[in-house]
């Protein structure tokens, strides 16, 4: 089997940036093409804790996904790689798993813990989600 086009789930967790270290090494040795996918949830998923502030955090966590997402890239460009990266928005599995589907993806990477927060203790892992109900393979990084 050969692995040409890879789904990447970053967050800037620990876990995830050990996924994106194996990634690019995976996707060198492979010539593959890394699409590296970031969640936004909606402020209704999480638990609001300013409430009175909405617009200023979202705001906050967009600039921190940009962040995240040119230090992705920036480590991508340092082995002379390339990598797409793709914000979602809802849910991360499902949000993951649709892409995924839509890219074509041979594989899902991603870390085995998260930022997931008081979201993630009702719905799961996003990992757990992701290697239950994917029919795409994931590989989970330790």
């Known amino acids: 089997m050969s692995i040409k086009n890879i789904v990447l789930a970053f967050d800037g967790s620990d876990g995830s ?6 990634t690019i090494d995976f996707a060198k040795e492979n010539g593959a093409q890394t699409h590296i996918t ?40 340092e082995h002379n790689l390339s990598a797409k990266v793709v914000i979602l928005e809802g849910n991360p599995a499902d949000a993951i798993m649709k892409y995924a589907k839509k890219v074509d993806a041979d594989i899902i990477i991603c870390g085995t813990r998260g930022y997931g927060g008081f979201g993630a203790l009702l719905l799961g892992s996003v990992a757990h989600k992701l290697v239950t109900y994917s029919k795409i393979p994931v590989l989970v990084i330790k």
């Open 38 to 77: 970031t969640i936004f949830e909606s402020m209704a998923l999480l638990a609001i804790e300013t409430a009175s502030n909405v617009v200023e955090l979202e705001r906050s966590r967009r600039a921190h996904m940009d962040e995240l997402t040119e230090l992705a890239q920036s480590l991508y460009a």
């Open 17 to 22: 940036n050990k996924a994106l270290q194996w």
